[in-house]
Every structure is written in structure tokens, then in C-alpha cells.
């Protein structure tokens, strides 16, 4: 092979390289450019979304919690606010359940989410409320990460632990 074909070769091989691919998006669950990096657009948080998550209390009594959530977000402009279900169980010495109805409320900073969030339910086995927040980011349309911290108490009295958790949430 020549020396001049063989610099066509490797032209056109790096020309192939240096262009942007364009090829079709058959699948819902591709990365497709609204929360693609650097795309600029933002993640969508409205609709409802569903997922799991994992922790612990890592100060005083520490024990593990694990479960799963779903919810739904309406946002207004950068303003979020939604409702959301979660279902976990406390895993120390007592093993208990815990099943609660919160309230959030947040701002939407393109990919991320930035929120508050509270309410009640059952918490460590008896009748309690649960307050506090957390920030998701947007990994692609349709999978967001996330971390909450929620204090969590029986009603009349001060918050008794703070759980530390983190999740993968599944957007529809």
C-alpha cells in the first residue's frame, strides 16, 4: 500500500471521528438531550416517578433502613411540588416498618432538585411524623439520584433520629 493511501485511510477514518454520530432514539429510556450533560435544557420533574432507597441513623441508636417510594411532581416555572408515598423497614434489634405520606416542595436547577420535604405516618413501628429535605440530580430522561435527610419523631415531641438515605428514582 502506498504512502498516500494509506494518509487517505487515516484521513477518513478521523474525519469520521471529528463529526457528531446521528442516528435515531428508538428507545424511551435513552439519554436523548433533556438531561444529556451539558445539554443545557434541564431534567423534566414533572410526572410520577417511583423508586428505592437505602440508609441508615448514623448518630446514636444506628440501625439500617431500606425501601422503596413513589410519587408525583407538578412543576410551576423552577418551582416543584409534589407527593410521595414511601414504604421501608427500619433493620437494628427491633426490626420495625415505617410508612410515610410527605409533602415537597423545592426548586428545579436544571438537572438538579433542591427540595423540603414533610408529614406522617407510621415511623419505627408507631404513629409519627417525619420533616426535612434533600437534592436529586438527573442522570438521564428518565433516572434521577438522590439524598434525603429526615428527622423523624412521635407526634409531641422533638425529632429522635435523623436518617440519612439514598435512592435511584425511574421518572414516567
Do not use: C
Request: hydrophobic content about 40%.
Amino acid at each position: 500500500m502506498s504512502f498516500a493511501v494509506r494518509m487517505a485511510a487515516v484521513l477518513v477514518a478521523g474525519l469520521s471521528f471529528a463529526g457528531p454520530a446521528l442516528a435515531q432514539d428508538y428507545g424511551p429510556y435513552g439519554v436523548t438531550g433533556s438531561a444529556s450533560l451539558g445539554s443545557g435544557y434541564g431534567f423534566d420533574w414533572d410526572g410520577f416517578y417511583a423508586g428505592v432507597y437505602g440508609g441508615g441513623v448514623p448518630f446514636g441508636t444506628t440501625s439500617w433502613n431500606a425501601g422503596v417510594f413513589s410519587g408525583v411532581n407538578v412543576s410551576i416555572d423552577s418551582a416543584v411540588v409534589g407527593l410521595e408515598a414511601q414504604l421501608g423497614a427500619d433493620l437494628d434489634g427491633t426490626n420495625s416498618i415505617d410508612a410515610l405520606l410527605l409533602g415537597k416542595g423545592g426548586v428545579s436547577l436544571g438537572d438538579a432538585l433542591i427540595y423540603a420535604t414533610g408529614g406522617t405516618g407510621i415511623v419505627s413501628g408507631g404513629f409519627g411524623y417525619a420533616l426535612g429535605g434533600g437534592a436529586e440530580y438527573g442522570l438521564t430522561d428518565y433516572m434521577s439520584a438522590r439524598g434525603e435527610v429526615l428527622g423523624t419523631g412521635s407526634w409531641g415531641s422533638m425529632p429522635s433520629d435523623m436518617r440519612v438515605t439514598a435512592g435511584l428514582a425511574f421518572h414516567l
